[in-house]
């Protein structure tokens, strides 16, 4: 079993920065993969980023693109998401995600989920 645990959200400005912290503990020695996902207010949870270390590579959502950047510490099972540019529509529970399977592109694990954290960006 595999515990997330997110944390550094908060309430920004527009045009602010953030940067969100996700750790993962328990059985993560086969953790190879990690991502992000929002949901907002009335909508469907939606990906946002991921890192893959097996495959040295990452992916964002096309919305996020130039103003996210995802980062990670593959020895500590820890993934980081430094947000630039925030937007009020970027206003969102942001999820990490451990473990999933990565074929074109990221798929969640539908058990590793942290509890997630608010970002909230006012205009």
């Known amino acids: 079993q595999v515990q997330l645990v997110e944390s550094g959200g908060g309430l920004v400005q527009s045009g602010g920065s953030l940067r969100l912290s996700c750790a993962a503990s328990g059985r993560t020695s086969s953790i190879n993969n990690m991502g992000w996902f929002r949901q907002a207010p009335g909508k469907e949870r939606e990906f946002v980023a991921a890192i893959s270390w097996s495959g040295g590579h990452t992916d964002y959502a096309d919305s996020v693109k130039g103003r996210f950047t995802i980062s990670g510490d593959n020895a500590k099972k820890t993934v980081y998401l430094r947000m630039n540019g925030l937007k009020p529509a970027d206003t969102a529970v942001y999820y990490c995600?451990?473990?999933?399977?990565?074929?074109?592109?990221?798929?969640?694990?539908?058990?590793?989920w942290g509890q997630g954290t608010q970002v909230t960006v006012s205009s």
């Open positions: 995600n451990a473990d999933g399977y990565w074929s074109g592109r990221y798929y969640p694990h539908p058990s590793n």
